[in-house]
Every structure is written in structure tokens, then in C-alpha cells.
Nanobody, 119 residues
């Protein structure tokens, strides 16, 4: 089973940029649909971005379109989330997730990394 570890979170000012990384072990990211989710305090976990296994097609939540980009580096077995023009409402714990071909939902999750955007 694939293990996922997020990194790159931290404190950033509004309007700034941050890049999150999701390093995989025990599996190859190119064999999974990959995604990022986030959860703010007191709120439900929300979808942020998805990268399909085939064709590298992407999908984004409306709240982050034009500002966030999901991509993978197969040589490093890592998926990234490039975040730009950050807003205070982007503050949340960000989670990396993977979906195997046998699952209809994302079934592998990382521990999360905190992103805090100050105004």
C-alpha cells in the first residue's frame, strides 16, 4: 500500500506563494489518481485539486481556480500543489490523497500539513 507524506506548509502573507509536496513510498504516483484536500478549523474537509492517472488531466475547486496548480514529478515519485495569490481563507490543513483502480473514492491519505495565510 502506498504511503503519503506531505511537506511544505507554513506561514505566508496574503498574496504570497507556497508549494506543497506529497512524497509517495510503497507505490508509484503515476499508478494512482492523486488529489489535494483541505480542512479549516471547525469545517468539513473540502476538495481542492485532482490529477488523473491517465492523460494528466486536472480538476480544481472553484475557490482555487487560476491560483493553484497540481502536478507530478514521476522521477521523484512526488505530487505537488503550487499555490499562488494566497488568501486568508486558504488557511487550513492540506491533505494529499491517492485513489487506486479498485476504489471509487480516495483511499490513501497523508497526515496533512498546516498552511496559514496572514492578512
Amino acid at each position: 500500500q502506498v504511503q503519503l507524506v506531505e511537506s511544505g506548509g507554513g506561514l505566508v502573507q496574503a498574496g504570497g506563494s507556497l508549494r506543497l509536496a506529497c512524497a509517495a513510498s510503497g507505490g508509484t504516483v503515476s499508478n494512482y489518481d492523486m488529489a489535494w484536500f483541505r480542512q479549516a478549523p471547525g469545517k468539513e474537509r473540502d476538495f481542492v485539486a485532482r490529477l488523473r492517472k491517465y492523460g494528466s488531466s486536472t480538476n480544481y475547486a472553484d475557490s482555487v481556480k487560476g491560483r493553484f496548480t497540481i502536478f507530478r514529478d514521476n522521477d521523484k515519485n512526488t505530487v505537488y500543489l503550487q499555490m499562488s495569490s494566497l488568501k486568508p481563507e486558504d488557511t487550513a490543513v492540506y491533505y494529499c490523497a491517492a485513489r487506486s483502480t479498485a476504489s471509487q473514492s480516495f483511499n490513501y491519505w497523508g497526515q496533512g500539513t498546516q498552511v496559514t495565510v496572514s492578512s
